[in-house]
């Protein structure tokens, strides 16, 4: 079965200090990778995504991930962090199943900014 | 370019009752899905839609069920509220089941007291 693991419930940086988020999946079949941020009573934001190609996917404010498909990971970066940047994070894989796609998303990672 | 909209915004509901969450995709999508948010979780698959019928469902009870309208728009009901019904409830809309980006609404946050 294919499964999401977010390895750190939260996360709290300095501001302009670099930042990973973990993101581990388990999958018998081909994904698609995608990261999205939440902010305080909002829906989900997508931040970026990897269909095929190159691994390393860069996205919105700043943000890039890189897949392995080795170590089926898809963490997330930031070279230089701001205070607007905490917000919950959420990556998500999805996957062919019975003539459609199934979406399933890890239990996120909360990222504080710290001034 | 409208986004994916959801009303309402905010209810309260009392055990047992039922409720009606509706949602109108982005605009140029067809397919719509339904996920619950419980506090501090990650988003739960309910259920997608797409050509107005149900192509996949999540585990969640026959209390939940859906209907898509030719226009596209979604709604969710759910019956026989339980206190553990209470949650945000976030539609996203994507075009076709082909696996590519899914867009969220801002969610409906239902309280059942």
């Known amino acids: 079965a294919q499964s999401v693991t977010q390895l750190d419930s939260q996360v709290p940086v300095f501001e302009e200090a670099p930042v990973e988020l973990r993101c581990n999946y388990s999958s018998s079949v081909s994904v698609y990778l995608f990261w999205y941020v939440q902010y305080p009573n909002q829906g989900l934001q997508l931040l970026l995504k990897y269909l095929s190609g190159s691994t390393l996917v860069k996205g919105i404010n700043g943000f890039e991930a890189e897949f392995n498909k080795s170590q089926t990971s898809f963490h997330l970066r930031k070279p230089s962090v701001h205070i607007s940047d905490t917000a919950e994070y959420f990556c998500a894989v999805t996957f062919p199943t019975s003539g459609t796609y199934k979406y399933i998303f890890g239990t996120g990672t909360r990222l504080k900014v710290l001034a | 370019d409208a986004g994916v909209t959801q009303s309402p915004t905010h209810l309260i509901k009392t055990r047992g009752q039922q409720v009606t969450l509706r949602c109108s995709p982005k605009?140029?999508?067809?397919?719509v899905s339904w996920y619950q948010q419980a506090l501090g979780q990650g988003p739960q698959f309910i259920f997608q839609y797409y050509e107005e019928e149900e192509r996949q469902r999540g585990n969640f009870p026959d209390r939940f069920s859906g209907h898509q309208f030719p226009n596209y728009s979604s709604e969710l009901n759910v019956n026989a509220l339980l206190l553990g019904d209470s949650a945000l409830y976030l539609c996203?809309?994507?075009?076709?089941?082909?696996?590519?980006?899914?867009?969220f609404g801002e969610g409906s946050w239902l309280t059942v007291v």
């Open positions: 605009s140029g999508h067809d397919t």
């Open positions: 996203a809309s994507s075009l076709g089941v082909t696996g590519n980006t899914i867009y």
